[in-house]
């Protein structure tokens, strides 16, 4: 085996170790003795998940190392599930439960053992036993990179897909009561109350029908306009749930019949070959939905406009205008909201709005195809 270039990779790999892994088994220690020791206060558990995001790092930094000395191509894993909006309890026990961080950690601490050995030998190699230096660098190095693949590889994506899931279960559960909640009020408060005074109407309509007629066709005639009112109510409520128009017609006449109801003049441009599944689909409307009133009430603009189309295997939204901008996904304006439940069904949610505008809020979904009885991945 000759010197090459490879071979002088894998020995200064190995002779970093010895400090590289010294600094990660201080850091993992030091990680471990305050966030375990002072989990019985308020800081110690917030300290613990600081420190795993900083054991990401370090994981980053020494899979760039193997990369660069060893030739080790590992992905680097993905971010934490944190849809904005989610609060502090769950971005602890996100990080608490993070698999990447606690196989880094591990990874650090085993190491120590490993990187004063690896540093002694490769340096009596390179001293006393310069022949067989070669052959020591490549079978050190590559014990190295099956302890890299092995713990620092993203192999875990399943146990965080599934982490996703159970999150974004969540998500639905609270987000289809919520709408069970506004429902109810909304019957209870419009045409529930509506309807009894309507009743109440009718019956002294009924016994003023003999002894005052004139009275009672006034009293009918207004409780005509009250029915009037809680048809439209219902109506209005049927159309809050899933509207008819979106069953018969789809997107494009739906979305045209919100846009025709915001306060500035809106432009809506639908391209698909076809309509996506029916759970998609509402989605989509009840997302331009929200974003127009957010249009209407908060953002000053003179114009808007709403594109839709397909992009591969996901529906794409964007609503734009040109309004006074600075709105944020904590701003209270639902921005929070929309991101969770599209987040909960695989979709993506990106807000642009500098200070002084525009706003252009671009949305994905899966693509399903209509009739599809499996949810995309």
């Not at 009112?229 to 749930?241: K, S, Y």
Request: aromatic share 6%; glycine share 10%; hydrophobic share 50%.
């Amino acid at each position: 085996m000759s010197f090459d270039r490879y071979v002088w990779k894998e020995v200064a790999h190995l002779l970093c170790n010895l400090p590289v892994t010294l600094f990660e088994f201080v850091y993992v220690v030091f990680v471990l003795a305050v966030g375990v020791g002072l989990s019985v206060t308020v800081v110690g558990l917030p300290l613990l998940v600081l420190g795993l995001s900083g054991a990401r790092v370090l994981g980053r930094m020494e899979r760039a190392r193997a990369r660069a000395l060893l030739g080790v191509r590992v992905d680097e894993p993905s971010r934490l599930p944190g849809p904005p909006g989610r609060g502090f309890f769950a971005w602890l026990w996100a990080g608490l439960k993070d698999p990447v961080a606690w196989r880094t950690m591990l990874y650090q601490f085993v190491r120590l053992p490993w990187g004063v050995l690896t540093f002694v030998l490769t340096l009596v190699s390179l001293i006393v036993l310069w022949p067989l230096l070669p052959f020591v660098a490549r079978g050190l190095g590559n014990a190295d990179r099956a302890m890299v693949r092995g713990l620092l590889s993203p192999s875990d994506e399943l146990e965080r897909r599934i982490a996703e899931l159970e999150s974004d279960r969540g998500v639905v559960v609270d987000t289809a009561a919520a709408d069970l909640r506004r429902i109810e009020r909304d019957l209870h408060d419009g045409a529930q109350a509506r309807l009894v005074a309507l009743a109440m109407g009718l019956g002294l309509a009924k016994e003023k029908l003999l002894e005052d007629p004139e009275a009672a066709a006034t009293m009918v005639e207004e409780a005509h306009g009250e029915v009037k009112l809680a048809l439209q109510e219902l109506r209005d409520l049927a159309r809050g749930i899933h509207p008819a128009v979106l069953t018969d017609r789809g997107l494009d006449a739906a979305l045209s019949a919100i846009a025709s109801r915001c306060t500035v003049p809106v432009r809506v441009t639908v391209d698909l070959p076809e309509r996506p599944a029916e759970a998609i689909e509402g989605i989509a409307y009840f997302t331009v939905s929200e974003l127009l009133q957010n249009v209407s009430k908060h953002s000053r603009a003179r114009t808007a406009s709403v594109e839709v189309w397909r992009a591969g295997d996901r529906l794409m939204l964007q609503v734009r205008d040109d309004g006074r901008g600075g709105a944020r996904l904590d701003g209270g304006t639902g921005m929070a909201g929309l991101a969770e439940r599209l987040g909960a069904v695989d979709g993506l949610f990106v807000l642009e709005s500098p200070a002084g505008g525009p706003t252009t809020v671009t949305a994905e979904l899966p693509w399903r195809p209509r009739g599809a009885t499996r949810p995309a991945r």
